[in-house]
Every structure is written in structure tokens, then in C-alpha cells.
């Protein structure tokens, strides 16, 4: 598989757009992932995704190789989910306090005790931040290393550990709270 991936990976650097695509058939779950950390939304990891693949195919003849295609995909799409949600938030949204209204308003109805773990853990990972929630996805969800998480998202290694130290932190209390 690994010289699949390297032949794959050599064609697609050399402008061949069907080995590109086969590379992200391949690595989509991943990437995804990562974006969706960030974005927190279907529809809006949907647009990353097509946003974040045009940018890499366009910029194919600029990948150096001083990292893993996978891992300047990842960095891609990161930066890609980044501009979406600053992009997202200059643009005029109903308030917050409002949309608790309008849903505290609605019949109460008996959530099953999974979900509402599922409710109160989407609530911590809501009230982390972008960033941290995909140092999160990239450690804990696909088992990339502080080293190659700081080297995805631009950052020291030493701010990915205590980042995600902190998180890791926050959903133990949680944790021990439910």
C-alpha cells in the first residue's frame, strides 16, 4: 500500500488530477474529521472540504515534500476551516441568547441518557476553541503526534500539548461530574 501511495502521490505532484483524487478518496475520513472539528457543521465541512481540495490541487506544484502529502492536506484543510469560521463570523447571525429562546420554548421531551451525554459533551467541545478542538480530533481521534499536530496547524509543540492537556482536562472533570 505505502508504494501505492508514494506512485500515487508522484503522479498527483506532477498535475495528474485522477491520482489526486484517488489520495483523497483515501484519506477524506481523516481530513474530514479534522474539519468538521473546527466547523462543527455538515453543510459547512461539506463546503471546507471542496474549498480546502481546490486550494491543494491548485497549489500542487508548490508541495516541497518536507512533510507528508497527508500532512500538507491536513494543514490545508485546517487553514481552509480557519478562514471559514472567521469568514463566518463577520457575517450578521441572530443572537445567541435568542436561538436559546426559541429552543428552550419547545416541548421538553425525555432525552435517552446517551444523548444527553452526547449533548453535554458537545457542550464542552463547543465552549473549546476552534483550534483546540482540532488539536483534539488530530491527537486523540487520528493518533497524530504533538510533533506532527504542531507541524499540521503551525504551531509550537509545546502550545498543541498544553492545548490539548487542557481539553483533555476539561472532559475528565466532565466526566467525573456525570
Known sequence: MTAEISSLERRARSGDASAFGQLLRLWDH?????????????????????????????????????????????????????????YE??????????????????????????ALSKAELASVLDDCSPEQRAM???????????????EILGEKRGTVASRVGRVRARLLRWEEES
Open 30 to 86: 481523516d481530513l474530514r474529521g479534522v474539519a468538521w472539528s473546527v466547523v462543527r457543521s455538515a453543510s459547512a465541512t461539506d463546503d471546507v472540504m471542496q474549498d480546502g481540495y481546490e486550494r491543494a490541487f491548485r497549489s500542487i506544484d508548490r508541495f516541497d515534500g518536507r512533510s507528508s502529502m497527508k500532512t500538507w492536506l491536513h494543514s490545508i484543510i485546517y487553514r481552509t476551516a480557519v478562514d471559514y469560521i472567521r
Open 136 to 150: 483534539l480530533m488530530l491527537t486523540a481521534g487520528l493518533g497524530y503526534s504533538f510533533d506532527e499536530t504542531a
Open 89 to 114: 463570523n463577520r457575517r450578521s447571525h441572530a443572537d445567541v441568547t435568542e436561538l436559546r429562546a426559541v429552543a428552550s420554548a419547545a416541548p421538553e421531551v425525555q432525552p435517552e441518557t446517551a
